[in-house]
């Protein structure tokens, strides 16, 4: 198992852009194949194929927006690269993990982040991190210290710390907020009771196992693997529901839309494909980035998707029609984004401090794209 942020970068298959290419078109092929256009066949259009004619009221009107709120601010918040960033369920608070193995809790006040505090404990790299899905105050850390911490923003402390077989670098909590998912880099997978801080269930997968998310309804369990595949289990019986062919290449990043309806994930191939949570067909492709997709995020509303790798710019579309509705730019490559759950503003951060790019710059801050540009 590697992280997203990891698998972007240091792989065999990270072939550079026109590698990554021309597997794409080849996915974006493969995505609207027999398997996934159902009975129709290949060259028949499925329903959802619609060409779109134009853009879309909305899109038109968060173009506008944009417009007026384009500024993106940096905030210092570690020594070393961030490799996570998260909002609170309420989004009063964005949470970073880095590789400096701590973690860091800004506030979000009117046009800014203010750090409130810097989280210490772990031994090794935060690599991922993940709030509670409907306690604001609650937020689980995945370390390579074969540990995760669970921490109250309310007492700045560690309320738990449970130890686990490996190197974590995945981390996910249930939407009932009754469990917490870990994957370590030996493709097992810890699920622990949120409450006893026990280990519920193990599951030691053959294959490498990327990204791991419960749908929104909390009964099926999905990862992401180093063959394309996206593997759905039943949960909480954790017995194989399906093995969906995504793309040609190692499938990196899932996430799913907050309306349900949705579900992307990003690959090496450098595409975007967009699912149905019922149907489990590609609806379609997001085919805007060159490098390997690393890290997604939908809006509050389920209409945008942000999108990003090692390209100089994150990618925003519009869900429904698949058209470029902005892109952010960015002078570096990109760990992590996360819309606001509320608002339309998108928390990401960089490589800041590589030596292929400025080694001047400083290393360590998340950014916040959406603020009014006279702010």
Known sequence: MRGAAAAGLSAPWH??????????????????????????????????????SGPTRYVLGMQELFRGHSKTREFPAH?????????????????SGSFDKTASVFLLEKDRLVKENNYRGHG????????????????VTASGDKTIRIWDVRTTKCIATVNTKGE??????????????????????????????????????????????????????????????????SYPELKPVQSINAHPSNCICIKFDPTGKYFATGSADALVSLWDVDELVCVRCFSRLDWPVRTLS???????????????????????TGDKLWEVQCESPTFTV???????????????????????????????FGLPNDS
């Open 168 to 233: 974590n670098i995945n981390i996910c909590w249930s939407p009932d907020g009754q469990t917490i998912a870990v994957g370590n880099k030996d493709d097992v997978v810890t699920f622990i009771d949120a409450k006893t801080h026990r280990s519920k269930a193990e599951e030691q997968f053959k294959f490498e196992v990327n990204e791991i998310s419960w749908n929104n309804d909390n009964n099926m369990f999905f990862l992401t693997n180093g063959n394309g595949c996206i593997n759905i289990l």
């Open 298 to 320: 939908f809006s509050h509303d389920g209409k945008m998707l942000a999108s990003a790798s090692e390209d100089h710019f994150i990618d925003i579309s519009e869900v429904e």
């Open 338 to 368: 996360a819309w606001h759950p509320k608002r339309p503003l998108l928390a990401f951060a960089c490589d800041d401090k590589d030596g292929k790019y400025d080694s001047s710059r400083e290393a360590g801050t998340v950014k916040l």
């Open 15 to 52: 072939a550079g852009r026109a590698g990554a290419r021309e597997l794409g078109m080849a996915a974006a092929a493969a995505a609207v194949g027999p398997s996934a256009l159902g009975p129709g066949g290949p060259g028949s259009l499925a329903p959802w194929c619609s060409v779109s």
């Open 79 to 95: 020594s070393a690269k961030v490799h996570s960033v998260a909002w609170s369920c309420d989004g009063r608070r964005l949470a």
């Open 124 to 139: 090794d790299s935060v690599d991922q991190l993940c709030w509670h899905p409907s306690n604001p105050d609650l937020f």
